[in-house]
């Protein structure tokens, strides 16, 4: 059974970097497009971006909101993919999910993606 586990949440300042981590297991890594996604209170789960799996180059997609700012890697060898926050503002407060799912494509719906993360919090301060 494939898992995901983000890790690398925290309280970071206005302006300031952070950077996520996800460890997957229970699958071919490497044939899995991962997805990362946030979650602010009392707002829908948002696609924050995406890297497809390396069949396809391992091409990357973000949303509006986080493009120029977020960076998504991914090491096959750790089974692992990374969101590099940069700029950080109070408004990426939020839950931030790793998901992942099968297929070439990175896709920015929540329903696309099966497999899904505990989720890690994400704090900016002004």
């Known amino acids: 059974q494939v898992q995901v586990v983000e890790s690398g949440g925290g309280l970071v300042q206005t302006g300031g970097s952070l950077s996520l981590s996800c460890a997957f297991s229970g699958g071919t890594f490497s044939i899995y497009t991962m997805g990362w996604f946030r979650q602010a209170p009392g707002k829908e789960r948002d696609f924050v971006g995406g890297?497809?799996?390396?069949?396809?180059?391992?091409?990357?997609d973000y949303g509006d909101s986080v493009k120029g700012r977020f960076t998504i890697s991914r090491d096959n060898a750790k089974k692992t993919v990374y969101l590099q926050m940069n700029s950080l503002k109070p408004e990426d407060t939020a839950v931030y999910y790793c998901a992942a799912k099968s297929g070439q494509l990175v896709k920015t719906s929540v329903t696309e993606y099966k497999y899904w993360g505990q989720g890690t919090q994400v704090t900016v301060s002004s």
């Open positions: 890297i497809s799996w390396t069949g396809t180059g391992g091409r990357t």
